[in-house]
């Protein structure tokens, strides 16, 4: 047998054990059952107290949703699109990880629920970040809050690669 073909395989087989105990999630999964086969409310709106007519720009007031305590410290897969926080022009290092494109950007942001906040030491690289990603690391259920929104879960991610179905 090739040394080469038995390395790789052997290689294969570590990163196959190494991921053993990662949980893949939907992102219903980070719904707390009793809340998953309720509506969401409506984003709320409040005008901006800088202007007094009705031509003033909305602030959406985010909905806070519960979070799911038995995920915190685990080992997770999750897909969802990304939106970059920090980095440079090759790589995205902090983003939230969010379920649907545009999310945060130009509607209302999720509930807190369904938004993640991953540190990403190795970097996103730059060219897929406008595509859905795998993102695997371990969960926190501890709300990250930034200025504008709060992201209910956050992630320290050891692994982020383009999503596929396969």
């Not at 790789?8 to 054990?17: D, E």
């Not at 494109?101 to 730059?126: F, K, R, S």
Request: aromatic share 10%; net charge negative; hydrophobic share 45%.
């Amino acid at each position: 047998m090739n040394v080469r073909y038995l390395c790789l395989g052997l290689l294969a087989l570590m990163s196959q054990l190494a991921y053993a105990d990662v949980k893949v999630l939907e992102w219903e999964d980070l719904v707390p059952a009793e809340e998953r086969n309720q509506p969401l409310p409506p984003p709320s709106m409040a005008i901006h107290p800088m202007f007094a007519d009705e031509s003033a720009p909305i602030d959406w007031i985010q909905t806070y949703g519960k979070v799911v305590e038995a995920l915190n410290g685990k080992q997770v897969r999750l897909a969802g699109f990304v939106v970059p926080l920090e980095g440079d022009e090759n790589k995205v290092t902090e983003f939230l990880l969010v379920p649907y494109y545009g999310a945060c950007i130009h509607v209302p942001p999720p509930p807190t629920n369904q938004i993640v906040y991953v540190n990403y030491p190795e970097g996103l690289p730059q060219d897929i970040v406008w595509d859905a990603v795998w993102v695997t690391g371990t969960l926190n259920a501890v709300t990250y809050d930034m200025e504008t929104f709060a992201a209910g879960y956050s992630m320290k991610a050891t692994l982020a690669n383009p999503y596929d179905e396969g």
